[in-house]
């Protein structure tokens, strides 16, 4: 993805999105940067713009606008109608206790709309959790699939939950998609919420306001750490633990900092931007062929199809 362009002049900040942008971890890197150039006191106006003919997917259209709708509570912040005209006739808001049961896998493959949910706090998110969950288990090769569903429904949940627990906030964003990239399909799920950091939260409960963002992320992360009463601390643990067993993608931003891993490679770092909230996403391979997911006696793991 090529950089966005900012030029500002007299407190006004224009913003010129890259003609092409994938939702991936540099397009979501450089919208954390986008969002803390754009919240700079000094700057007053921000107006963002893109070409005519840019090509977006509905998850990277979908992120866009829910950013510019919390830059707008912000300051003032208009978009170019050539960016209107591509994202508002494909992207839809719509309240948490709207969403839908997923019924037919491939209408939501070919739907060029894509809805976002918003949640808040009388929300029922059970239902997308249980929807997520038997997309992950039901369109896989798995064993023992009560007890498995059983631990992605506990281990989405608590992401939903931190959401609203963890940020202080009344609602948080959620949305999904079916992507088909090289023959192969993948469900990509993000959780976003605009409140208080993983950061802000971790410092608080070590009272240690100097603990930098990578290092609250690790703490975060690991099994049985936790800063609310009442949880287990093991969401985004046990969501690490299946996303490398199947090969998956998951991204963490939050404040100053960003957990990675790839689908290889594992990361805990600084990030170039900030994000005034928590932005959890994770894509899985659907119809994965090449090895079967197991869960008995409280272990999660798996098995290679060729080896059997």
């Known amino acids: 993805m090529k950089d966005i362009r900012y030029i500002l002049t007299s407190g ?19 919208m954390n940067e986008f969002l803390e150039i754009a919240s700079v006191r000094s700057i007053k106006r921000v107006c963002v ?33 050539k960016l209107a005209s591509i994202i508002l ?21 070919q739907n060029p709309n894509l809805n976002y949910y918003m ?25 023992n699939q009560k007890e498995l569903k059983e631990f992605l429904s506990t281990t ?8 609203i627990n963890h940020s202080n906030q009344e609602a948080f964003f959620f949305m999904y998609d079916i992507m088909y990239e ?19 939260n971790v410092q608080a409960f070590h009272q240690n306001p100097q603990m930098s963002g990578s290092q609250c992320i690790e703490w975060a992360i690991q099994s ?3 800063t609310r009463k009442g949880s287990g601390g093991y969401g985004l643990p046990t969501l690490i633990h299946y996303i490398k067993e199947v090969d998956g993608e ?34 899985v391979k659907l119809f994965n062929t090449e090895k079967a997911i197991t869960y008995s006696g409280d272990r999660l793991g798996s098995i290679r199809l060729d080896n059997i």
């Open 49 to 81: 713009t893109c070409d005519a003919d840019a090509e977006y997917d509905n998850m990277t259209k979908a992120y866009t606008y829910i950013a510019l709708k919390y830059l707008l509570h912000i300051k003032e912040t208009l978009w170019h109608k």
């Open 182 to 200: 090289n023959e192969d399909f993948y469900l990509c799920i993000n959780i976003i919420d605009y409140g208080k950091t993983i950061i802000d």
């Open 250 to 283: 998951l991204y963490i931003f939050s404040g100053d900092a960003f957990y990675c891993f790839d689908g290889q490679k594992e990361k805990i770092t600084d990030a170039r931007g900030y994000l005034s909230g928590t932005s959890v996403t994770f894509r």
């Open 224 to 226: 049985g750490n936790t």
């Open 119 to 143: 949640f808040t706090r009388d929300s029922e998110v059970s239902k997308p959790v249980e929807e997520m969950t038997n997309l992950l288990v039901e369109k896989n090769i798995t064993i």
């Open 89 to 109: 006739p494909s992207i839809h808001a719509m309240h948490g206790n709207q969403f839908a049961a997923v019924t037919d896998l491939s209408e939501i493959i």
């Open 12 to 30: 006004r900040l224009l913003v010129e999105l890259p003609s092409k942008m994938k939702f991936d971890f540099e397009f979501l890197h450089a």
């Open 156 to 163: 989405i949940g608590e992401i939903f939950s931190n959401s």
